[in-house]
């Protein structure tokens, strides 16, 4: 099994500014894959920016960017230049080829933009 | 466009009644999931199935069944609701390694 981690329940950032939300993970696989999903109020969780973990270059999507730190087993996403639909729980998750095709979450980390 | 569809955004149900919450996805996903999200647990996952008639369970199954006749449809069921099954309930389908795709969720209420 793995095991995600998100330390930070609650996130705010002023908006235009770089906001960064911690994730680590646990695993014994050399090969898995990490995700990070937002859910805005009341609305439908979308997939935000996925990170293979053979690749050594971090993702980016836009204003979304990872840091993977394969060694440290760290999964970080920052945001740059908030906005205020920024504003939503975040989940970091993880799967496998060894995982029967499960995923595991974190718990969440609830970020707010401040105008 | 990927589409997941849970039958209900709101459901109020009163406890002993027998729940069905229904969903559907149209992307022909091998692997289905659902899961409950509560505040300050993240999603824990109930069931899953990654074929038809296959099902596995998760880390909460207590108190749930799942049936899934059709690769495109995976039900939920309350076999006798409680209140303390009162959440919300998210399916997601999936094909192997890749992204999630979410429903809405449904709002269950158990009264």
């Known amino acids: 099994a793995q095991t995600v981690t998100q330390s930070q329940p609650e996130m705010s950032v002023q908006e235009a500014e770089t906001v960064t939300l911690s994730c680590t993970y646990d695993?014994?696989?050399?090969?898995?894959?990490l995700f990070w999903y937002k859910q805005p109020p009341s609305r439908q969780m979308i997939l935000v920016i996925r990170q293979e973990a053979y690749k050594q270059q971090n993702a980016t999507e836009n204003r979304f960017s990872v840091n993977f730190q394969k060694a440290a087993k760290s999964f970080s996403l920052k945001i740059s230049d908030s906005q205020l639909g920024d504003a939503a729980m975040y989940f970091c998750?993880?799967?496998?080829?060894?995982?029967?095709?499960?995923?595991?979450f974190g718990t969440g980390t609830s970020l707010t933009v401040i105008p | 466009d990927v589409k997941v569809t849970q039958s209900s955004r709101y459901l109020v149900k009163r406890t002993g009644e027998k729940v069905f919450l229904e969903c559907v996805q149209d992307m022909d996903h091998e692997n289905m999931f659902w899961y409950r999200q509560d505040p300050g647990l993240g999603l824990r996952l109930i069931y899953f199935?990654?074929?038809?008639?296959?099902?596995e369970k998760g880390d909460i199954p207590e108190g749930y069944s799942v049936s899934r006749e059709k690769k495109e449809r995976f039900s939920l069921i309350l076999e006798s609701a409680s209140t303390n099954q009162t959440s919300m309930y998210l399916c997601?389908?999936?094909?192997?390694?890749?992204?999630?795709?979410f429903g809405d969720g449904t709002r269950l209420s158990i009264l």
């Open positions: 199935s990654y074929d038809v008639k296959m099902k």
């Open positions: 695993t014994s696989e050399s090969d898995y894959y």
């Open positions: 997601a389908s999936s094909r192997q390694y890749q992204p999630q795709h």
């Open positions: 998750a993880s799967t496998g080829p060894n995982t029967g095709n499960q995923f595991y």
